[in-house]
Nanobody
Framework: QVQLVESGGGLVQPGGSLRLSCVAS????????MGWYRQTPGKQRELVAE???????DYADSVKGRFTVSKDNAKNTLYLQMYSLKPEDTAVYLC??????????????????WGQGTQVTVSS
């Protein structure tokens, strides 16, 4: 099994900053892509930023220039540095990872897992 655990959410004033972390654990063989999504009540889950195994990052237009996604491959950890936060950034931020893990000897299986999410609230 592969598990993702997010941390770093909280309450911040408009214009403030936060850094989210997501740690992937388990018998992971490789991670192909890892990303941050966000969800608010009544709205569809949307992609915020993601990074693939080659290190290429993609961002939603709404966060370009304000958010930076990065990954520590040695630690299977994904980060999201958020600057100039706006009230509309308020959401539950969820981590997603796709890749391959090793459930048993010489047995490889793909995975696509989500974390439980961390709440980010931007308010004065």
């Amino acid at each position: 099994q592969v598990q993702l655990v997010e941390s770093g959410g909280g309450l911040v004033q408009p214009g403030g900053s936060l850094r989210l972390s997501c740690v992937a654990s388990g018998n992971i063989f490789s991670i192909d892509i890892m990303g941050w999504y966000r969800q608010t009540p009544g709205k569809q889950r949307e992609l915020v930023a993601e990074v693939n195994k080659d290190g290429r990052a993609d961002y939603a237009d709404s966060v370009k220039g304000r958010f930076t996604v990065s990954k520590d491959n040695a630690k299977n950890t994904l980060y999201l540095q958020m600057y100039s936060l706006k009230p509309e950034d308020t959401a539950v931020y969820l981590c997603n990872a796709e890749g391959v893990y090793v459930p048993g000897p010489s047995y490889y299986k793909s995975f696509n897992e989500w974390g439980q999410g961390t709440q980010v609230t931007v308010s004065s």
